[in-house]
């Protein structure tokens, strides 16, 4: 089954202390990102990549990083966490760089 | 800032044809338009795209005004599992740049 799966799910945190959120393909997409969702903001980008070692800054990158060594997995960073990186996550696929993407199920990130 | 324009909200009977719109006065000759949905809190969904014809598919219809200026997407007959957020998008199909999502118009199907 085609699909975009995100690790974990639900995830609890203390400030300052780095977490990695994975995100996996098996599409052979080469175009991937990342989204934060927060009430009232919508959806807004973070990182992409176009392909294997190319990444670019979306809309609002300040404190994550992103990687991309490998065609399928995408994981996304946060060396420091703040409360203010409090929100739901989606990674996303496709062929092209815009459409048809497929999400992931989301990740729901809390820090306190 | 997005380079579309929705309204925030819209009701629907069940059963009916649902139409949103979508503004996107700035679009340029070689920019797409997109659609999405997301229901509750699951990973958004597309819907359709077009350039510059009508284009349908097992979901919806899209119609692009000739100027390109605006577009609508129909729900032909829409059914409560139709109740979600609509995002319209504008974008170059393949060009190194930001994807803005905006904020969508919240569909609900009246029972």
């Known amino acids: 089954e085609a699909q975009v799966t995100q690790n974990p799910r639900y995830l609890i945190t203390v400030t300052g202390k780095k977490l990695t959120v994975t995100c996996s393909q098996n599409?052979?997409?080469?175009?991937m990102s990342w989204y934060r969702q927060d009430p009232g903001l919508g959806l807004r980008q973070i990182y992409y990549s176009m392909n294997v070692e190319v990444t670019d800054k979306g809309d609002v990158p300040e404190g994550y990083k992103v990687s991309r060594k490998e065609k399928r997995n995408f994981p996304l960073i946060l060396e420091s966490p703040s409360p203010n990186q409090t929100s739901l996550y989606f990674c996303?696929?496709?062929?092209?760089?815009?459409?048809?993407?497929?999400f992931g199920p989301g990740t729901r990130l809390t820090v306190t | 800032d997005a380079k579309t324009t929705q309204p925030t909200s819209m009701d629907c009977a069940e059963g009916r044809a649902a139409n949103l719109p979508c503004n996107h006065s700035t679009i340029s000759g070689n920019e797409y338009v997109y659609w999405y949905r997301q229901i509750h809190s699951q990973g958004p969904q597309y819907i359709i795209h077009?350039?510059?014809n009508n284009e349908t598919n097992e979901m919806a219809s899209l119609i692009i005004t000739e100027d390109r200026k605006s577009s609508t997407l129909i729900l032909p007959h829409a059914t409560l599992r139709d109740t979600a957020v609509y995002y319209c998008i504008v974008s170059f199909f393949n060009r190194d740049d930001k994807i803005i999502f905006g904020k969508g118009t919240r569909l609900h199907i009246l029972p």
């Open positions: 077009g350039l510059k």
């Open positions: 599409m052979n997409h080469e175009y």
């Open positions: 996303a696929s496709s062929l092209t760089r815009v459409g048809e993407q497929y």
